[in-house]
């Protein structure tokens, strides 16, 4: 049985950084993909980066330039640079694990972690 968990949010000025991380724990895939997505209060949950087994990964536009995602073993990562206060937001990991299509698309993915808040101040 998989399970995701988030850690590695805080707060922090605009202009810093901080890296994300998602253990996933249970069974493992030949095939999969993950994602990261975010949602700030009264908005809607929103694609942030997604990467697949074949490490092809795909940015939204808002975070091109300054966020990576990469995976190492059972982890993924987001590494968040030059923050913005638009950055604020619960941000959810998510994995397909038997299904390699990149994807930014929330619909995608199956499982889902608790979040790790993010704030970025001014």
């Known amino acids: 049985q998989e399970q995701l968990a988030e850690s590695g949010g805080g707060s922090v000025q605009t202009g810093g950084s901080l890296r994300l991380s998602c253990t996933a724990s249970?069974?493992?895939?030949?095939?999969?993909?993950m994602g990261w997505f975010r949602q700030a209060p009264g908005k809607e949950r929103e694609p942030v980066a997604a990467?697949?087994?074949?490490?092809f990964k795909e940015y939204a536009d808002s975070v091109k330039g300054r966020f990576t995602i990469s995976q190492d073993k059972n982890i993924l990562y987001l590494q968040m640079n030059d923050l913005k206060p638009e950055d604020t937001a619960m941000y959810y990991c998510?994995?397909?694990?038997?299904?390699?299509?990149?994807?930014?698309?929330?619909?995608?993915?199956?499982?889902w972690g608790q979040g790790t808040q993010v704030t970025v101040s001014s």
């Open positions: 998510a994995a397909e694990v038997d299904d390699w299509t990149l994807s930014l698309r929330q619909w995608h993915y199956q499982l």
């Open positions: 249970g069974r493992i895939y030949k095939h999969w993909s």
């Open positions: 990467i697949n087994s074949y490490d």
